[in-house]
């Protein structure tokens, strides 16, 4: 390789005697030829400069001269990146714990040029030499006041030409790479490669430069207290732990207390002295937290996470832990409401807080909970709020089922439970008990009606449905009418009861009407069944064939009469109406006319049969006719057949 090293030791003559100084003078001939343009480097090596290389070279030249007389911007923006990149990195493991609970506290290193902001973050302002005036910048420091939470680092101008130099040598490679493009030969590769040596040179030379230029910054805290503990990240580490004090002062006298993340989940469970692993051992109302959050809520509605904002940010700095603790604690205290039912702290940001007007005394919650009791519900202390949800709606589920559609009553109005629903926490809770007489004795009449209701309606849905079935009958219109009454009167809940013996009656009354179609059919069945047996060619038929053709056309079996009850009935009447049934039986001659016609096709396959025509007669003339038509026909049919049989 053709490095420093390698030439050195090519060019030795005298191995016996010492070679530092040779070393040295070959380096320096080395970095001559270079500057010269003879050699060029390329990474560690270095190479004769070639005719490509030398283009190369004028490029370089030339963006170094266009940076020099007109890049003041593309200088001051790499110098201020290499400066924020330093302190970025001195800092990166700074760990700021403020108080005994070692609340952590977040920090920027502000490079921008507005004042950073201080609700959240600490922050350290860099400020440099190069672009503003050190006496400007320190009048500046100094009229900020000694209470201001915000801490500078200066850095001041030192070794500007030589640092100028180095990022123009960084600059100028950079652009002469990306103008001349790729390579296209093994000169122009090597070219590049030189390039990019220069220019990692020049990118080591800028950062050790900004490394000593910044070691010197000096750190000052807004007032113009300077600080000088240690080291550039020991001094930041010193300034930013003063500026938790100075940003955050309501913290260490009011919210920096152990365990707030115990204290919560303690709190959370419902226990009463959940502050006790803080060690407060007073009312949740008097902690300094609770005072400061009470007063923020006033008498407006907050929501939870319009109060964790503001303590979290200058100058409480409280931790969220702590904010939801006295949240909940206050929550269960009764002294704020919330209308969310089962608060934890995943719904405290989106829930709404108010400070209570009334408070309840451990009778009225007693008085509560019988309240509950008697409806039904079960009520554990201090979820009075929780369950009177559950009684509100168990009053508008009774009152949904005792009104409505005819034949129920009137939908009943419940405007006055939708008006307790909408008070919250205790003024809701205050408005139960004011109002308890009257809420006890509509759900006690209410729910009678619900039983009532319960056992009617199963019994009209009944009714209505099988009056259906009784459209065509004029002999029902009366019992009809009285069914329609009901309807249109909304009885349902009238005493003594009107639907059930109206049931009663209507079931009677189709099942009667039904048996006698039954009968009729059954009368009609037995009588035909009797001549097709006695028929001399159905006879004349195995009993596998008379079987099959009875069960084609439909009359293996006939109907059975049975005791019916209304839903049974009803059940018969929706498979055969009575309105089927009569063309049940109008059909019935037919269908044993056809299973007769069968059986002869099958034992008398020739033999015809002969329908006589049916016509209206009205004279002498019209009998000597028919008879003649008939007997004429029937000749004809007897040439084709060896029988006739007629129907």
């Known amino acids: 390789k053709s490095d420093e090293n390698t030439i ?54 030339a963006q170094a001269v266009k940076i020099n007389s007109s890049g003041d ?98 600059l100028a490679a950079g652009f002469a790479i990306n103008a001349k493009g790729l390579p296209s030969n093994p000169e122009g590769e090597q070219a590049k490669k030189s390039m990019e040596t220069r220019q990692g040179l020049a990118k080591i ?30 001094n930041i580490e010193n300034a930013l732990n003063s500026l938790a004090d100075r940003q955050f002062v309501d913290f260490k006298s009011k919210g920096d207390f152990k365990d707030w993340d115990k204290a919560l989940a303690k709190a959370l469970s419902g226990d009463p002295d959940a502050l006790k692993r803080i060690g407060w051992d007073k009312e949740v ?44 604690q206050l929550r269960n205290a009764e002294i704020i409401s919330t209308p969310e039912p089962n608060i934890n702290q995943a719904k405290i940001g989106i829930a709404s807080f108010k400070k209570e007007v009334h408070i309840l005394a451990a009778s009225d919650k007693i008085k509560l909970r019988k309240i509950y009791q008697d409806a039904g519900i079960s009520c554990k202390p201090s979820e009075e709020f929780l369950n009177s949800n559950a009684f509100l709606n168990k009053l508008k589920e009774l009152a949904s089922i005792v009104g409505g559609d005819a034949p129920k009553p009137e939908p009943l109005n419940i405007q ?26 509509k759900f006690s009449e209410w729910s009678k009606k619900a039983d009532v209701v319960a056992k009617r309606e199963p019994q009209w849905r009944l009714l209505a449905e099988l009056v259906n079935y009784a459209n065509g009958d004029s002999s029902m219109d009366h019992l009809k009418s009285e069914i329609e009454a009901i309807r249109e009167n909304r009885l349902l809940l009238q005493e003594p009861d009107p639907i059930q013996p109206k049931l009663v009656e209507l079931t009677e009354t189709l099942k ?91 034992s008398a396959p020739k033999a015809k049969t002969y329908s006589l025509p049916r016509i209206t007669i009205n004279n002498q003339a019209d009998i000597d006719a028919y008879v003649a038509e008939v007997k004429t026909e029937l000749e004809a049919l007897l040439k084709e057949s060896s029988s006739i049989i007629l129907k």
């Open 416 to 441: 006055f439970a939708k008006d307790i629903e909408n008070l919250d926490g205790n003024e809701r809770l205050v408005r139960i008990l004011e109002e308890q007489e009257d809420l006890k004795s």
């Open 8 to 61: 050195a030791e090519l060019l030795l003559d005298n191995l016996n005697d010492p070679s530092d100084s040779f070393r040295t003078k070959i380096k320096q001939l080395i970095k001559k030829l270079s500057d010269e343009k003879v050699l060029m480097p390329v990474n560690d090596e270095y190479k004769l400069q070639t005719k490509v290389g030398a283009e190369w070279e004028q490029e370089y030249i």
């Open 285 to 328: 109302k008097d902690h300094p937290v609770a005072i400061e959050i009470l007063r923020f809520i006033g008498n407006n509605t907050k929501l939870g996470k319009e109060i964790r904002n503001h303590f979290t940010k200058a100058p409480y700095g409280w931790s969220q832990d702590a904010i939801d603790t006295i949240i909940v």
């Open 512 to 602: 009667k009407a039904l048996n006698k179609l039954k009968e009729g059919y059954i009368n009609l069945y037995d009588a035909k069944m009797k001549g097709l047996q006695e028929n001399e060619y159905f006879n004349k038929l195995t009993p596998e064939l008379k079987h099959t053709i009875l069960y084609k056309h439909q009359l293996l079996a006939k109907p059975e009469i049975k005791p019916l009850d209304a839903t049974t009935l009803l059940n018969q009447l929706q498979k055969a109406s009575l309105y089927a049934w009569d063309t049940k039986i109008a059909a019935l001659p037919g269908q044993f006319q056809s299973a007769l016609e069968e059986a002869i096709a099958i």
């Open 205 to 234: 030379a800028i950062e050790e430069l900004i490394f000593k230029i910044c070691m010197e910054a000096v750190v000052y805290l807004a007032g113009g207290n300077k600080i000088e503990t240690g080291t550039i990240r020991d």
């Open 73 to 170: 911007d593309q200088i001051h923006n790499l110098r201020k990146e290499k400066i924020i990149a330093f302190f970025n990195d001195k800092t990166k493991t700074i760990n700021i714990l403020q108080g005994i609970s070692k609340q952590k506290r977040d920090f920027d290193i502000w490079d921008k040029e507005t004042k950073p902001p201080t609700d959240y973050k600490l922050n350290v302002w860099i400020r440099d030499g190069w672009f503003e005036n050190e006496s400007v910048v320190m009048n500046e420091i100094r009229a900020e006041g000694a209470n201001t939470p915000l801490a500078y680092a200066f850095v001041k101008k030192f070794r500007d030409s030589e640092l100028k130099s180095e990022i123009i040598k960084y």
